[in-house]
């Protein structure tokens, strides 16, 4: 059984960082390609960022281009997100998600973690 957890979300200052990580069991995902995105109360989810499991090219949204990075640590087996200089439009519930392309669609993605909240506020 395919499972994806989210963990490392918090509430945290404006121009602060997180890193949240998601942990991902169940099968080999050598070949998936690991997404973020997020839902604010009474918006749509949105794509943040992704790359594949065992690859090097991403992906980001424009809003969080040069201040998230989504990076693989291979010593705790987790897709990472990191998360700098965060905004108060960046609060939302974080999902990460595993598919077979690197899309920025979250039709694209099959498997879903159940989500980690992130807050930033004064």
């Known amino acids: 059984q395919v499972q994806l957890v989210e963990s490392g979300g918090g509430l945290v200052q404006p121009g602060g960082s997180l890193r949240l990580s998601c942990a991902a069991s169940g099968r080999t995902f050598s070949n998936y390609a690991i997404g973020w995105f997020r839902q604010a109360p009474g918006k749509e989810r949105e794509f943040v960022a992704a790359r594949y499991w065992s690859g090097i090219n991403r992906i980001y949204a424009d809003s969080v281009k040069g201040r998230f990075t989504v990076a693989r640590d291979s010593a705790k087996n987790t897709m990472d997100l990191q998360m700098n200089s965060l905004k108060p439009e960046d609060t939302a519930v974080y999902y990460c998600?595993?598919?077979?392309?690197?899309?920025?669609?979250?039709?694209?993605?099959?498997?879903w973690g159940q989500g980690t909240q992130v807050t930033v506020s004064s």
């Open positions: 998600a595993a598919g077979g392309s690197l899309i920025r669609s979250p039709s694209g993605y099959v498997h």
